[in-house]
T-cell receptor, first 112, second 111 residues
Framework: EAAVTQSPRSKVAVTGGKVTLSCHQT?????MYWYRQDTGHGLRLIHY???????EKGDIPDGYKASRPSQENFSLILELASLSQTAVYFC???????????FGPGTRLTVL | QQKVQQSPESLIVPEGGMASLNCTSS?????YFWWYRQHSGKSPKMLM?????GEKEEGRFTVHLNKASLHTSLHIRDSQPSDSALYLC???????????FGTGTKLQVVP
């Protein structure tokens, strides 16, 4: 079965600090995504990538950077964490944008 | 910006009853729709997808799509407590354009 893993599973960060969330997939999928989920907002796309060494902005990219060093790995970077970035973050992968997305277990980020 | 609207926000149905969830896209170029289910504390998992006008059935789940009105609906018959979850609808224009999600319908099935 398709596998997407995320680390860490939860994290507490201080305001202004740097946070890196990591995602690894063994699906051999080209597309990878980072979403955040807040109550009442469903899933909102932050960044996505369809090839190594290239990333694209999603709907809410401000305050976030992404890195795709290889097909399997996709990171989300918060250079200066803020209180408003407290949320659950999901990574996902898919064969194409019109294909099923497979999600990781999520990372619960709390910024204090 | 394309929006995906879901209704109702929450729904309570009795065990064994029918649950009906709705989803509409504001983008006239949308071609593909998905339904994902997310149990509390878990990650979303795709339930069904539909790309053509009409109906698609898988077990207790039926999805309808009307491309003219950009409306899709999910119907769950003989609802079970294990169906209690957040149901997310997603839509996209096709290859090369990412899926956009609605805010979801929270379904609760009560014994």
């Amino acid at each position: 079965e398709a596998a997407v893993t995320q680390s860490p599973r939860s994290k507490v960060a201080v305001t202004g600090g740097k946070v890196t969330l990591s995602c690894h997939q063994t699906n051999n999928h080209d597309y990878m995504y980072w979403y955040r989920q807040d109550t009442g907002h469903g899933l909102r796309l932050i960044h996505y990538s369809y090839v190594a060494d290239s990333t694209e902005k999603g709907d809410i990219p401000d305050g976030y950077k992404a890195s795709r060093p290889s097909q399997e790995n996709f990171s989300l970077i918060l250079e200066l964490a803020s209180l408003s970035q407290t949320a659950v973050y999901f990574c996902a992968s898919s064969l194409d944008t019109y294909a099923e997305q497979f999600f990781g277990p999520g990372t619960r980020l709390t910024v204090l | 910006q394309q929006k995906v609207q879901q209704s109702p926000e929450s729904l309570i149905v009795p065990e064994g009853g029918m649950a009906s969830l709705n989803c509409t896209s504001s983008d006239r170029n949308v071609d593909y729709f998905w339904w994902y289910r997310q149990h509390s504390g878990k990650s979303p998992k795709m339930l069904m997808s539909i790309f053509s006008n009409g109906e698609k059935e898988e077990g207790r789940f039926t999805v309808h799509l009307n491309k003219a009105s950009l409306h899709t609906s999910l119907h769950i018959r003989d609802s079970q407590p294990s169906d209690s979850a957040l149901y997310l609808c997603a839509a996209s224009r096709g290859s090369g354009t990412y899926q956009r999600f609605g805010t979801g319908t929270k379904l609760q099935v009560v014994p």
